[in-house]
T-cell receptor, first 114, second 113 residues
């Protein structure tokens, strides 16, 4: 059973366009929702993260929108650039009570065309 | 700082062989994780640890074992390698404060033939 479901699996966007990746989760015990970016041959690296008591967080061209009642969150990349071409993972952390379980979605491969 | 170091980077195993994937971190992080990455399947949690001496199963623990005798090291053991364990394995560590970032190693590409 997939605890964090991510879509789409792949995405092609023109330079300057908006990239949108969606995630949904099942477990209401998750209390922290990070997004990671991975380039070929490298390990994932933290991009941006949000807590469930906030509906939106913006850092530069990257924005997370969070809908707690629907148990969904999404990543928006504004003015997408070829350098943004990478694999993106949403994740959910069960951090309270020292459980520390960090679960990832299936990943989205983004290609930004020049 | 080296961060999270995984060894080896590449390995080819024969079916039935055993091996240990090494992971070490120098950030004094409490939490450590092992994931496998397969195309289209994302990162699947194998095992994780909340501190030395404490480990717990993740989403796909079958065929693997771990130990955490020190804060720094978190080795992953494959006892009887099977072709289904062909994958890229990532180790990660995370500090104990709320919302702390997870840092990943460079990965180990394992092929079982």
């Amino acid at each position: 059973q997939q605890q964090v479901k991510q879509s789409p699996q792949s995405l092609i966007v023109q330079k300057g366009g908006i990239s949108i990746i969606n995630c949904a989760y099942e477990n209401t015990a998750f209390d922290y929702f990070p997004w990671y970016q991975q380039f070929p041959g490298k390990g994932p690296a933290l991009l941006i993260a949000i807590r469930p008591d906030v509906s939106e967080k913006k850092e530069g061209r990257f924005t997370i929108s969070f809908n707690k009642s629907a148990k969904q969150f999404s990543l928006h990349i504004m003015d997408s650039q070829p350098g943004d071409s990478a694999t993106y993972f949403c994740a959910a952390l069960h951090g309270s009570g020292n459980t520390g379980k960090l679960i990832f979605g299936q990943g989205t491969t983004l290609q930004v065309k020049p | 700082n080296a961060g999270v170091t995984q060894t080896p980077k590449f390995r080819i195993l024969k079916i039935g062989q055993s091996m240990t994937l090494q992971c070490a971190q120098d950030m004094n992080h409490n939490y450590m994780y092992w994931y496998r990455q397969d195309p289209g399947m994302g990162l699947k949690l194998i095992y994780y640890s909340v501190g030395a001496g404490i480990t717990d199963k993740g989403e796909v623990p079958n065929g693997y074992n771990v130990s955490r005798s020190t804060t720094e090291d978190f080795p992953l053991r494959l006892e009887l390698a099977a072709p289904s364990q062909t994958s890229v394995y990532f180790c990660a560590s995370r500090g104990g404060r709320e919302g702390a970032e997870a840092f990943f190693g460079q990965g180990t590409r394992l092929t079982v033939v």
